[in-house]
């Protein structure tokens, strides 16, 4: 099945830096979204988009749907201590099946 | 009771033990799935019940064994397990149409398992 390529795998920051995370695919989805983990819990959903192109923002946190449609952008601006966990990307394809990275293992320094 | 709940939230139990995972959604979905969470892994789809009936197992051994008896409900009965099958067991739910997959999915908080 299609491969979801999550990077970096891990960020090491300081408190206040904007962070900016990545998925690639080799094949087109139809949606994009992003979760965040955090310790002993399962995947939050963070955004969903839908078309590609699209750009949406969820208080510091702003994703985009590539044009391509095999990519897509997760950037968080002026970083605090509670934004440290798994940032995960997946994406459905035109199968309707649904992918997920690896994660980004997010760490921000006080 | 709100979103998606798993119990329990922990589960250490040894190779020839019988235990079940139990999930149960608040959001009125129709389509439910456990994953497999390993450390440093993607997630790992394992079954999916779209309107109560089971559309996919992703060659996922026998030992694991899913039951959906209504919509809002899952379970996964486990037994003889092996050390390997210890990790986090995701269940998520989601509203779908005609086809599975389709739109956001909704995770509960996981049950860790760990097969001594």
């Known amino acids: 099945g299609q491969q979801l390529n999550q990077s970096p795998q891990s960020m090491f920051i300081q408190e206040g830096e904007d962070v900016s995370m990545n998925c690639t695919s080799s094949?087109?989805?139809?949606?994009w979204l992003w979760y965040k983990q955090e310790p002993g819990e399962g995947p939050v959903l963070l955004i969903a988009?839908?078309?590609?192109?699209e750009l949406t923002s969820n208080g510091r946190l702003t994703a985009q749907f590539g044009i391509t449609r095999k990519d897509s952008f997760l950037n968080i601006s002026a970083s605090i201590p509670s934004d440290v966990g798994i940032y995960f990307c997946?994406?459905?394809?035109?199968?309707?099946?649904?992918?997920f990275g690896a994660g980004t293992r997010l760490t921000v320094k006080p | 009771e709100t979103g998606v709940t798993q119990t329990p939230r922990h589960l250490v139990m040894g190779m020839t033990n019988k235990k079940s995972l139990k999930c149960e959604q608040h959001?009125?979905?129709?389509?439910m799935y456990w994953y497999k969470q390993s450390a440093k892994k993607p997630l790992e789809l394992m079954f999916v019940?779209?309107?109560?009936?089971?559309?996919e197992n992703n060659s996922v051994p026998s030992r694991f064994s899913p039951e959906c008896p209504n919509s809002s409900h899952l379970f996964l009965h486990l037994h003889t397990l092996q050390p390997e099958d210890s990790a986090l067991y995701l269940c998520?739910?989601?509203?779908?149409?005609?086809?599975?997959?389709?739109?956001?999915?909704?995770f509960g908080p996981g049950t860790r398992l760990t097969v001594t």
């Open positions: 998520a739910s989601s509203q779908v149409g005609t086809a599975y997959g389709g739109y956001e999915q909704y």
């Open positions: 094949s087109i989805f139809n949606t």
């Open positions: 988009l839908y078309k590609a192109g």
């Open positions: 997946a994406g459905r394809d035109n199968n309707n099946d649904m992918r």
């Open positions: 959001l009125g979905h129709n389509a």
């Open positions: 019940y779209n309107f109560k009936e089971q559309t």
